[in-house]
């Protein structure tokens, strides 16, 4: 099993959808979780921190559920410049492991 | 926000030369970097651990006698690409933890490396 768990997709949706992501992870371990989002052929770039207590960014919520290892991140309104890919990603003192990522393309 | 930068950006080489990366954080101490490697479609993964002064710990799978890591400076870490082969055409991402900060990595822009 790996470490960390996404649907790689693609998710294809038109502007304006919401869409959810979601991730789950083995390491029950595990401290703090982020998503990054990742442009093609470029860095990953921190979207957010995932909090216990559910978190929000403008139109995108993350979620953290513990007791099922599970994390999830909506985004609402989607946006042509949402398209990338979305990885979700765990943390345990420094050891950071990546999801596979999953691909979104949102289209006019 | 926190900058980490990579040199080269790209690099093409021939097979059975060694590659240096640079990877350099430029407004803040990093004691730890990290270096991921990236294959087409999938996701990051963890190479090696560098932190300054002290030997680098590798993941299991990576040859630390082809993959030579040296961080000799809280700035600045370097990866070597020894007898590099096509098949270690990658995208090299480092990163970089503040030395005074909470646990987030910022990460350089990444080297794309392609081996003939």
């Known amino acids: 099993r790996k470490e960390v768990e996404q649907d790689p997709g693609p998710f294809n949706v038109p502007e304006g959808a919401t869409v959810a992501f979601n991730c789950t992870y083995s390491n029950s371990a595990s401290q703090s979780f982020f998503w990054y989002r990742q442009d093609c052929r470029k860095e990953p770039k921190l979207l957010m921190s995932?909090?216990?207590s559910g978190n929000e960014d403008g139109r995108f919520t993350a979620q953290l559920n513990r007791a099922s290892q599970y994390i999830s991140l909506l985004i609402r309104d989607s946006k042509l410049s949402d398209s990338a890919t979305y990885l979700c990603?765990?943390?345990?003192?420094?050891?950071?492991?990546f999801g596979a990522g999953t691909r979104l393309t949102v289209k006019p | 926000g926190a900058v980490v930068s990579q040199h080269p950006s790209w690099v093409i080489c021939k097979s059975g030369t060694s590659v240096k990366i640079e990877c350099r954080s430029l407004d803040f101490q990093a004691t730890t970097m990290f270096w991921y490697r990236q294959f087409p479609k999938q996701s990051l993964m963890l190479m090696a651990t560098?932190?300054?002064?002290?030997?680098?710990?590798?993941e299991q799978g990576v040859e630390k006698d082809k993959f030579l890591i040296n961080h000799a400076s809280l700035t600045l870490s370097t990866l070597t690409v020894t007898s590099a082969h096509p098949e270690d055409s990658s995208f090299y991402i480092c990163s970089a933890v503040s030395s005074g900060g909470t646990d987030t990595q910022y990460f350089g822009p990444g080297t794309r490396l392609t081996v003939l």
């Open positions: 990603v765990v943390n345990n003192n420094y050891d950071m492991r």
């Open positions: 995932v909090y216990s």
């Open positions: 560098s932190n300054e002064g002290s030997k680098a710990t590798y």
